[in-house]
């Protein structure tokens, strides 16, 4: 029978820790904060986190997710305590993560089963942006992990990209930016490694339909399964009662072609199981969240997690 590997993302809503750091804007996140961040709901909260990422695919695939990207971790010690967490210390997972610059203090960051995916080479990118008065504005870094999945070489990009708080049009230009970087990066793979295979995956801010993801497909030669997902009753987070697919996950055509790879497509879907949503009131079937404003509410995450299926031939 033919072996099944499950590569997802989460956006897993603000993962800080306890201590206050004087380098980030962290302070909402403390004991005696307004939100009252306790090592409690922190616990809370790891626990919850860990049981949905051991579950992700549980209906194809016989076990948790072999690659997945996260977005809005502090550091990397609240990774570390992520796979250290209830679900997730029994398999053997590992971490790549970088600080960023960026100004809320939260990075993206990969977590991996080392038992089938073997990396070889990490490196974060920066995005390039400036403010009004040209002062640099600095945001979440663009990772690159290169490995082996199975024996098979793959390079994963994860993202997480300028959120549009100030307006849709107003903060377009900062994710197309992103979508440059990781255009520029895809270029330098295309020219250092024969026929690589790519999977770009991420908190986009954008729907598949945005100009910053269409270029990626335009320019990369990337292949957006979750355009065929997105619809009006369904996406990875929901926004006045609204429906959007941000988080997302492209290959390269490659992963098509036989003869270039051992793996070919076999499903890509947004992990929304019950479980993960509110149960009732007017904000039922949205995702169940850590927090709504400064009320606790002791959910997952606002987001939903994003999955591929890659199946071996």
């Keep these: 029978m033919s072996k099944k590997y499950t590569i997802a993302f989460y956006n897993i809503e603000n993962l800080f820790d306890t201590k206050d750091d004087e380098h980030t804007n962290d302070d909402d996140?403390?004991?005696?904060?307004?939100?009252?961040?306790?090592?409690?709901?922190?616990?809370?909260?790891?626990?919850?986190?860990?049981?949905?990422?051991?579950?992700?695919?549980?209906?194809?695939?016989?076990?948790?997710?072999?690659?997945?990207?996260?977005?809005?971790?502090?550091?990397?010690?609240?990774?570390?305590?992520?796979?250290?967490?209830?679900?997730?210390?029994?398999?053997?997972?590992?971490?790549?993560?970088?600080?960023?610059?960026?100004?809320?203090?939260?990075?993206?960051?990969?977590?991996?089963?080392?038992?089938?995916?073997?990396?070889s080479h990490s490196e974060p990118f920066s995005v390039y942006l400036t403010k009004e008065d040209g002062s640099r504005d600095y945001t979440r870094d663009v990772l690159l992990v290169t490995g082996r999945l199975n024996g098979e070489q793959i390079h994963v990009i994860v993202n997480h990209w300028s959120s549009r708080r100030q307006g849709e049009k107003e903060t377009e230009h900062k994710r197309l930016a992103a979508a440059d970087t990781v255009n520029r990066i895809i270029e330098v793979l295309q020219k250092n490694y024969d026929d690589p295979k790519v999977i770009v995956m991420g908190d986009f801010n954008d729907t598949p339909q945005n100009n910053s993801l269409l270029s990626l497909e335009e320019k990369s030669k990337l292949y957006n399964p979750f355009k065929k997902i997105a619809t009006y009753d369904k996406g990875s987070l929901n926004h006045d009662f609204e429906w959007h697919l941000f988080d997302q996950i492209l290959i390269s055509t490659n992963f098509f072609d036989a003869k270039s790879t051992q793996f070919n497509l076999s499903k890509a879907d947004v992990f929304n199981s019950q479980f993960l949503t509110q149960y009732h009131g007017k904000y039922k079937g949205q995702p169940f969240r850590t927090y709504v404003g400064k009320r606790y509410k002791g959910g997952y995450s606002d987001h939903f997690p994003v999955y591929i299926e890659l199946k071996e031939d």
């Design 29 to 119: 996140f403390l004991p005696f904060s307004a939100k009252r961040w306790t090592t409690k709901r922190y616990e809370n909260k790891l626990r919850k986190l860990g049981q949905v990422i051991s579950q992700i695919g549980e209906d194809d695939v016989d076990m948790p997710p072999s690659i997945v990207g996260l977005a809005e971790v502090e550091n990397r010690h609240v990774v570390k305590d992520l796979i250290e967490s209830k679900y997730l210390k029994h398999y053997n997972y590992d971490i790549v993560h970088y600080d960023s610059s960026d100004e809320r203090g939260i990075d993206v960051a990969l977590i991996y089963d080392k038992n089938v995916f073997e990396v």
